[in-house]
């Protein structure tokens, strides 16, 4: 009876090693089978509050695909080159036709034009409805109320250029301020707080809009364009190294009022990420929709 049960013991024991063996077999017959490779997409954007806005929307839209995704802040002449030489893989931060026109000039042959993001865009001097002009044409007039300055953002942008433009078309005996897109909104702010005459480089979609009581003035000679449109980029060679973010980015698409909501909660005190992210939680169909599962 003990030899049976020492002869029951050892079977039992070969059997346990026979599966152990058996179980690292298994795992050496898929020695040779690679992981999945981790997906990742960097995006380059400009540093203005509606870029900020749909750059990090796209940047969580591509997280829920499985992306491990990098933005970069820069100036719009660098995007462009850092694009053209694959340094970068894409934007959906391209105001065109007008506003970069210089660099799509520069730049267009050696980037793949995916489409347009948003429609409806504009850019032009914005002023306070109080302020009693309604022509850039009638600047001179009252250069004293406005201090001799307009009031811009970084040196980089296009409206910057656009506005240069305007001073010598228009004759303007004015200052073109350098500032950023924050420093331009907080004079705008002091100025409407004081009811005082400013005047700013601006562009719509803009949470300014939706803040205080604006308007455009009006530019006979078509310094600064008509109806823009922002548009998505990306790198020569994109859509055949990676045809599911290609096809993310070329269903990307979405309007001023969605821009501006995400804008304006950033400004009333969220953080970018919570800002995409409630737009996103609250947008599920559109969100598939770009993602292809809808």
């Not at 063996?21 to 690679?34: I, K, P, Y």
């Not at 491990?68 to 391209?94: E, F, K, M, N, R």
């Not at 205080?212 to 998505?232: A, H, N, R, S």
């Not at 859509?239 to 400004?267: C, H, N, Q």
Request: include cysteine; aromatic fraction near 10%.
């Amino acid at each position: 009876m003990k030899q049976h049960s020492t002869l029951k013991f050892l079977l039992c024991g070969l059997l346990a090693v026979a599966l152990v063996l058996s179980a690292g077999c298994t795992g050496t017959g898929n020695a040779d089978a690679q992981p999945s490779e981790q997906k990742s997409i960097s995006i380059g954007y400009v540093l203005w509050d509606s870029e900020i806005a749909s750059t990090n929307v796209i940047k969580q839209v591509f997280e829920k695909a499985g992306y491990d995704v990098t933005i970069t802040a820069v100036d719009a002449a660098p995007l462009y080159q850092a694009i053209a030489s694959g340094d970068v893989d894409c934007t959906v931060s391209a105001w065109l036709p007008k506003t970069q026109e210089a660099y799509m000039d520069e730049f267009g042959d050696r980037l793949d034009f995916v489409g347009k993001n948003l429609e409806g865009a504009k850019i032009g001097l914005v002023v306070p409805s109080y302020v009693t002009i309604d022509s850039i044409e009638e600047m001179n007039e009252v250069e004293d109320k406005f201090s001799g300055k307009i009031v811009g953002i970084d040196a980089g942008a296009g409206v910057m250029k656009n506005t240069e433009d305007a001073i010598e078309a228009y004759g303007l005996e004015y200052d073109l301020v350098y500032s950023s897109s924050a420093g331009m909104a907080s004079a705008l702010k002091k100025s409407v707080d004081r009811a005082e005459w400013i005047v700013v480089t601006g562009w719509t979609p803009h949470w300014k809009f939706a803040r205080w009581d604006l308007k455009y003035l009006d530019d006979p000679k078509g310094v600064f364009g008509g109806e823009e449109y922002i548009g998505t980029l990306a790198r020569t060679g994109l859509a055949e190294d990676d045809p599911e973010a290609y096809g993310i980015l070329k269903r990307f698409s979405w309007t001023p009022e969605d821009m501006e909501s995400v804008m304006l909660d950033i400004e009333d005190g969220m953080s970018h990420e919570d800002a995409a992210k409630k737009w996103i939680d609250a947008h599920p169909e559109q969100v598939d929709a770009w993602l292809g599962r809808a």
